[in-house]
């Protein structure tokens, strides 16, 4: 064979070699870039489940402690309304107890001041208060007979003559009381055991007037007005006067000695020395017929 064969083989083998690389270079490259590609998408896919499986799993876990949550609240109300339930239920035991308590003390103590009633011949009440003009002095609470006690009040004012001198005057009142009702008039505190007394209690006008016309609202209560004392600053007066108290079986008939001593001070206030007796009935005025 010719050298100038020889060559041309050669170079017709090179040529071809050059060709077939240059036309499949760029297909390798992007073959290879697809295979890069598809790994990253592959990894970003395995990583992309793995989060929604971690998501997806906190999802669970917040539901779950939500209704445990809710599960724990309902829990928390109900033994919360079983508690106020055994509350209100001591409470109206424990006030059932003291109720039945106070009832089963009140009637001992009336059945044994009942028992131990012991009429006495006279009731005194001695006092040195402090009080205000167009108040109401409340004494006594002597138990004048069994299951009945006995009040005497007293409300100073300020009287004015024709000849414009001033005077003091003291308008009175006796009442008749069940133990029942002392409560409701404020009296529960005006009790004796005795026959004598140094206590007193006050009312201002108008407590004064509902408590005057709720005695005489009252089936049992008795209400009876005495004789005005009149006198001066500084005079001491003295009254004796009967009265009668109403019955079942008549009118009683008792006696009152009042003695007032009256000072009043430069505010105004006035300082009173009382002394008052109340004698037992001397005889019972039979009622009259019908």
Same mark, same amino acid.
């Given at each position: 064979?010719?050298?100038?064969? $020889? !060559? ?13 690389? =240059? ?7 992007v073959?290879?870039?697809t /295979?890069v ?14 989060s929604?499986? #971690?998501?997806m ?19 928390? #109300?109900? $033994? &919360? ?18 109720k039945?308590?106070?009832? &089963? ?16 011949d ?12 167009g108040?109401?002095? /409340?004494?006594? #609470? ?16 300020m009287?004015s ?9 003291f %308008? ?11 409560? &409701? =008039? +404020? ?5 004796v055991? #005795? ?5 007193a209690?006050? +009312?201002?006008?108008e ?8 005695i ?13 004392? %009149? ?6 007066? /003295? %009254?004796?006067?009967? =009265?009668? !108290? ?13 003695? /007032?001593?009256? !000072?009043?001070?430069?505010d105004g206030?006035?300082e009173?020395?009382?002394? &008052? ?11 009259e017929?019908?």
């Amino acid at each position: 064979m010719k050298p100038t064969a $020889i !060559i041309a083989i050669l170079l017709a083998g090179a040529l071809g070699y050059f060709v077939n690389h =240059f036309t499949l270079a760029p297909k390798l490259k992007v073959a290879q870039e697809t /295979v890069v590609r598809l790994e990253t998408e592959k990894n970003a896919l395995q990583e992309q489940m793995v989060s929604m499986q #971690g998501r997806m799993l906190s999802d669970a876990e917040r539901r779950r402690m939500e209704r445990e949550r809710k599960e724990l609240a309902s829990l928390r #109300g109900e $033994i &919360a309304q079983l508690r106020k339930k055994i509350q209100d239920q001591e409470q109206s035991q424990l006030l059932a107890a003291q109720k039945a308590k106070q009832a &089963a003390a009140g009637a001992e103590s009336q059945e044994l001041e009942e028992e131990e009633f012991e009429p006495s011949d006279y009731y005194a009440a001695t006092l040195n208060v402090a009080l205000e003009l167009g108040m109401t002095l /409340v004494t006594g #609470g002597w138990q004048t007979s069994p299951g009945r006690r006995t009040f005497m009040f007293m409300t100073p004012t300020m009287g004015s003559s024709n000849s414009g001198s001033g005077y003091l005057q003291f %308008v009175s009142k006796v009442a008749e009381l069940d133990d029942s009702e002392l409560e &409701a =008039f +404020f009296l529960d505190n005006m009790r004796v055991s #005795g026959n004598e007394t140094d206590q007193a209690g006050g +009312f201002d006008a108008e407590n004064a007037a509902s408590l005057f016309e709720g005695i005489k609202r009252s089936p049992t209560g008795k209400l009876l007005g005495l004789p005005t004392v %009149v006198t001066n600053a500084g005079k001491e007066a /003295v %009254v004796s006067t009967s =009265f009668q !108290i109403p019955s079942d079986t008549g009118a009683m008939l008792r006696k009152l000695e009042l003695g /007032v001593l009256p !000072i009043l001070n430069e505010d105004g206030q006035m300082e009173l020395t009382l002394a &008052a007796t109340i004698s037992l009935p001397e005889a019972e005025i039979p009622a009259e017929e019908p």
